[in-house]
């Protein structure tokens, strides 16, 4: 989860991102559990890491040989898969 920080920019997105986590995670592990919650992070962050890597891999392979230096870093991704399963659960 580390992201270097660049600019002022930077710091604000990670004041956003740092509020938005806590005001989604917290209800998340309340109705996970502890132990489950931590295994969805797990989980997921596998998950959508590797579907990162294999979208890198073909944009690579389309003829972008930048896509291999792309990161994929922060909390943006676990925070958007648990706003959608919440608007999901709750449309």
Known sequence: FYRPLQHVVSFLMLLVEVYVSLAYFPERERELGSLRFLVWVLVASGAMNALFLFTMLVLNLAGGAEYW??????????????ITLRSLEAP
């Open 69 to 82: 230096t792309m990161c994929n870093q922060g909390l943006w991704p676990l925070l958007m898969l648990c």
